[in-house]
């Protein structure tokens, strides 16, 4: 699948392979494998911790690499974003989600999901006024 996913990428204007995408593929494949390493490990050694708390820890402990890597080859400019873009983007990350997991993986999306994407579209509407 991993393999499927770089040639996915790759394939905008016919599959090329360069030495300025090498680090971006590395990556990738080294994604998918420690996907795949942790999931072999969840099987054979399952957490006794609640749903919630070991997906924040999951996310949590992906998040420091993806950070670290970020700063590393990229040049971020925090400055350029302001309080309102922060405040606009982060909210919405969620409602992403939902949309996102009521279309792709027939996750429910009903009145509740709606209210509550509802509520925070609100939210954003509200840190954006001046």
């Known amino acids: 699948m991993a393999f499927a996913g770089i040639a996915a990428l790759m394939a905008g204007n016919g599959i ?3 030495t300025a995408k090498l680090p971006g593929i590395v990556m990738i494949v080294a994604g998918a494998f420690a996907f795949a ?9 399952p957490m006794a911790l609640p749903l919630m708390t070991s997906s924040a820890l999951q996310i949590g402990i992906g998040c420091v690499p993806v950070a670290l890597a970020g700063l590393l080859f990229e040049h971020p400019r925090f400055e350029a974003l302001s309080m309102a873009g ?16 009521g279309a792709m993986l027939h996750e429910p999306l009903g009145v ?19």
């Not at 390493?37 to 050694?45: C, D, E, L, P």
């Not at 509740?112 to 001046?130: K, Q």
């Open 37 to 45: 390493i942790g999931t072999i490990a969840s099987k054979r050694f």
């Open 112 to 130: 509740r999901e709606i209210s509550a994407l509802v509520f925070t579209l609100g939210g954003v509407a509200l840190a954006l006024r001046s």
């Open 86 to 101: 922060w405040a606009f983007g982060t909210p919405l990350v969620p409602v992403v989600g939902v949309l996102a997991a």
């Open 16 to 18: 090329e392979a360069s």
